[in-house]
């Protein structure tokens, strides 16, 4: 029988993991309202808890992800997945034993910290992974990530419904320590960063350098705004809808988006290859500004449907080209830094979204604020076509 090349042997492995680690994160972070419930937290507190949690987990993971990135591209890509991985498998079982809204604050903090499987993992494949073939094994990592996004709230609804959300927490931590385990004697990283030959900067340095590169600054602007349009939009669905769908129904429409991101990923990586990256980032973020003003515009569940699932397709098409932009344009010994800068800043628009459209929402309506985000988005494909043209002319 013939063997298999190790780059093979890591796409297979890593994308199982990745698929697991996803399913993981998504058995419980959509029921958190409910085991903030089963913590004993009162009802009318919830709501203050679910989002200082996911605030505080979304800025520890803001400051610590360049971090990383920077010790992944010195020391190994491996290490970071390792790294990633115990420490998310600890803390979900911390999750498990913890029985009081404060204490799931501290672990979701620790987590947000030292989290990063997925972008470790991605890293790695592009670092390992022939040049001919990186493209189409780093969008297939995303569509199993985009897979078991999809997964998870199906199958954390029916286990939590059996069992309690708190148990669930358990499932998710056995999952991704199993994952991890895989990876140690199942992944090979050949292609190791060598520190000795490294230039020797600060975190401050590589930060700064990455604004001094064209590409980078482009990508890092473009990743906040996909953070500002796919945030500003997918927590206010069943606000938007005035919560006229039943919890099967939400749960139909909060997957879409990670459903088209599955059937779409390998085309929107070919479609990128064979015209330009930045076109299909142009096609992506006009698209999604569409998508985001027809939604505004909707109430009927089955149209609203149909916008979701083309909001995904466009919102794939973003993140598949970010990553494959970045894979082929940045040097090896700095991609894992860009791409977790890149991390840093598309969770601030995560952050500042939800925040923003909140208070606008609650003053002037879902159909306005999505309206607001849908021509944000439109304008920052505008600009975006109008700086690359311009940039093609000045050539």
């Known amino acids: 029988m013939k063997k298999i090349p190790y780059y093979q042997s890591n796409i297979i492995v890593l994308g199982v993991c990745i698929f697991c680690c996803a399913v993981s994160y998504q058995l419980i972070m959509p029921f958190f309202p409910k085991l903030l419930a089963e913590l004993g937290a009162p009802k009318g507190d919830i709501s203050y808890w679910t989002g200082l949690i996911f605030s505080c987990q979304s800025a520890a993971f803001m400051v610590a992800a360049p971090l990383w990135g920077k010790v992944g591209d010195t020391y190994g890509r491996k290490k970071m997945i390792l790294r990633a991985g115990f420490v998310i498998s600890l803390s979900y079982f911390a999750m498990f034993l913890c029985r009081t809204p404060e204490q799931l604050l501290v672990i979701r903090v620790v987590n947000g910290f030292f989290t990063g499987f997925i972008p470790a993992s991605i890293t790695l494949i592009s670092t390992n992974t022939p040049e001919e073939k ?9 569509m199993l990530s985009a897979a078991g996004t999809l997964a998870g709230p199906a199958a954390g609804g029916i286990l939590g419904a059996l069992n309690g959300f708190q148990s669930v927490v358990l499932i998710g931590a056995g999952a991704v320590f199993l994952s991890t385990v895989a990876v140690i004697f199942f992944v090979k990283e050949i292609n190791m960063p060598h520190p000795e030959a490294a230039e020797k900067t600060s975190l401050w340095q590589d930060i700064a350098l990455s604004f ?13 705004f996909q953070g500002i349009c796919t945030q500003g939009v997918m927590p206010f669905i069943i606000i938007h809808l005035e919560n006229s769908v039943s919890e099967f129904m939400s749960g139909i429409l909060y997957s879409l988006p990670a459903s088209a991101m599955v059937f779409t990923a390998q085309r929107w990586s070919r479609l990128g290859k064979k015209y330009s990256q930045y076109m299909m980032l142009v096609v992506g973020y006009i698209g999604s500004g569409a998508a985001i003003l027809l939604l505004a515009n909707v109430h009927n569940t089955v149209l609203f449907a149909v916008f979701m699932f083309l909001f995904g397709v466009m919102n794939s ?34 952050v500042t979204a939800p925040v923003t459209v909140g208070v606008i929402t609650k ?9 607001i985000v849908g021509v944000i988005t439109l304008l920052c494909g505008a600009v975006f076509f109008w700086v690359i043209t311009r940039k093609k002319k000045g050539e």
């Not at 990186?134 to 995303?142: H, I, M, T």
């Not at 080209?321 to 969770?347: H, M, P, Y």
């Open 363 to 371: 003053t002037h309506g879902t159909a306005f604020s999505f309206s």
């Open 212 to 224: 001094r590169n064209p590409v980078i600054k482009q990508l890092v602007i473009l990743n906040f």
């Open 317 to 350: 098409g973003i993140t598949t080209n970010l990553t494959a932009k970045t894979v082929s344009s940045i040097e090896e010994d700095f991609r894992g830094r860009a791409l977790s800068i890149q991390s840093t800043f598309q969770t601030l628009g995560n």
């Open 134 to 142: 990186v493209l189409p094994y780093v969008a297939a990592a995303q």
